[in-house]
């Protein structure tokens, strides 16, 4: 660590402020290029923390920069985690204003809902699966607080992984006798194919981006509680959305999920 606990609270105060007025900031690693990873974490934590205070449910969890897609449309190598508001997520069908968003992006992602908690080390696909109580489609909108998107790694944890909402298929799926491996993603703006991968694209399985989670969060002495939702990453690059565009990502047997941006 090399931020005090002021600096910390005042880089959180500052990014929830940033995202609640939609205007961009330049990236917190230009201010302070000596901060690390922990630090980044503890920007993170603060966040929620006082998202918490609030009364927000921030129990959720989000893997970010999972597939090849990611890593090289941003430049950032490592795979991320960061949280949900469960207040910003919504059914298949809804309607999201951007008003409220600086530069909305979209995802095609595999949630995953857990039975029972998990902490690694240890933790892998098998572990993860065996756990796992449903899969769902699911879209998420993410938002940099970052001008133009521009960012490193410690900025992006501290930013929440860009997290701004997201969106959920209606249909719950069991993974037994399923390969969520081989699942055909297919992203559509305004009806046309924007974006595809497989499953696959996410770490080699979806699953495996959710057992990395355990272990990073076993790592802080933290665990993926039971019954919250975790994205497990965008499976292809994410696409720049505006008013009046319509989203559609269907997932083959997992089902589709719809969105739109007013
Ligand atoms: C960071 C968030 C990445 C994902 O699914 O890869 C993410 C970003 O690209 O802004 O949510
Ligand atoms: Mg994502």
């Not at 098998?126 to 449903?134: G, P, R």
Request: proline share 3%.
């Amino acid at each position: 660590m090399h931020l005090d606990q002021a600096s910390i609270t005042t880089l959180a105060r500052q990014l929830l402020a940033t995202e609640r007025s939609a205007t961009a900031v330049v990236k917190i690693t230009d201010a302070h290029p000596a901060m690390d990873i922990d630090d980044a974490y503890a920007i993170q934590d603060a966040i929620r923390a006082i998202k918490a205070e609030e009364g927000a449910d921030v129990r959720g969890l989000k893997m970010g920069l999972t597939s090849a897609a990611k890593i090289v449309q941003m430049g950032v190598k490592e795979p991320i985690y960061g949280f949900l508001d469960s207040a910003t997520g919504h059914a298949s069908g809804a309607v999201i204003a951007t008003s409220a968003l600086i530069h909305p992006k979209v995802e095609a992602e595999i949630a995953f809902v857990l039975r029972r908690p998990l902490q690694g080390p240890g933790i892998g696909i098998d572990e993860v699966l065996a756990a796992t109580d449903y899969v769902v489609a699911a879209i998420e909108v993410i938002d940099s607080r970052y001008e133009n998107f521009r960012f490193d790694v410690n900025s992006v944890i501290a930013d929440n992984t860009s997290a701004a909402c997201y969106v959920l298929g209606s249909a719950r799926h069991a993974v037994a006798g399923r390969d969520l491996a081989e699942v055909a993603i297919t992203m559509r703006r305004n009806g046309e194919t924007v974006a595809a991968a497989t499953g696959a694209d996410v770490l080699g399985h979806p699953a495996a981006s959710i057992a990395m989670l355990a272990n990073m969060l076993g790592a802080r002495g933290r665990a993926i509680p039971a019954g919250v939702l975790v994205l497990s990453g965008g499976a292809t690059e994410a696409i720049a959305v505006t008013a009046g565009d319509a989203v559609s990502v269907d997932c083959g047997w997992l089902g589709k999920v719809d969105v739109a941006f007013s």
